[in-house]
T-cell receptor, first 114, second 113 residues
């Protein structure tokens, strides 16, 4: 069965420090991985997806199939990065192919202190 | 606001009562998803519609739960004979096509007393 593990429930860093939010997954097929973010009192929103290979708000994430990881990194954290971060995996749907039924991790609450 | 909307935003009910939630997806989106999120957990998939057809249901969706999307636009999620364990945030999401990650609504927070 597919599973997404985010080992850290809480992560606290100082402004300007590097930050890494860990995500490991288990899935027998070819996964698509995502990071979603939820700022205080806002809805869940997509931060980035591995197939885009882009940097959003200074965040990057590389899919490492050997280590089954998709860690989220930012070299210099900002106070506005404080939020809940969820790693998610897209699995094949009913009729085959990715239909974006997502399996989420439990999330990591990032706090960036001034 | 042209995003996914959900009503009501909060619902408090007594155990044993029935509740119904509504989701209005982004207008051109033909795919609609329901997720449930309990405290300290990430969202968990409940069910999925493509247009009006319900294509997939999670084992989490017991027979007390029913979802509909009658005209392929808005969707409703009904919980009959609510239990305290049903207390959660119910999230709706929609997407235009299979290769698009879904847009999430603000959620409906259900509290069963």
């Amino acid at each position: 069965a597919q599973r997404v593990t985010q080992p850290e429930k809480l992560l606290s860093v100082f402004k300007g420090a590097p930050v890494e939010l860990k995500c490991n997954y288990s899935y027998s097929g070819s996964p698509e991985l995502f990071w979603y973010v939820q700022y205080s009192r806002q809805r869940l929103q997509l931060l980035l997806r591995h197939i885009s290979r882009e940097s959003i708000k200074g965040f990057t994430a590389d899919l490492n199939k050997g280590e089954t990881s998709f860690h989220l990194k930012k070299p210099f954290a900002q106070e506005e990065d404080s939020a809940m971060y969820y790693c998610a995996l897209s699995q094949e749907g009913h009729s085959g192919g990715s239909n974006y039924k997502l399996t989420f991790g439990k999330g990591t609450l990032l706090t960036v202190n001034p | 606001d042209t995003g996914v909307s959900q009503n009501p935003r909060h619902k408090i009910t007594k155990r044993g009562q029935n509740v119904t939630f509504r989701c209005d997806p982004i207008s051109e989106h033909n795919r609609l998803y329901w997720y449930r999120q309990t405290l300290g957990q990430g969202p968990e998939f409940l069910t999925y519609f493509q247009n009006e057809a319900q294509l997939e249901k999670s084992r989490l969706l017991s027979d007390r739960f029913s979802a509909e999307r009658p005209k392929g636009s808005f969707s409703t999620l009904e919980i009959q004979r609510t239990e305290q364990g049903d207390s959660a945030m119910y999230l709706c999401a929609s997407s235009l096509r299979a290769r698009a990650s879904p847009d999430f609504g603000p959620g409906t927070r259900l509290t069963v007393l």
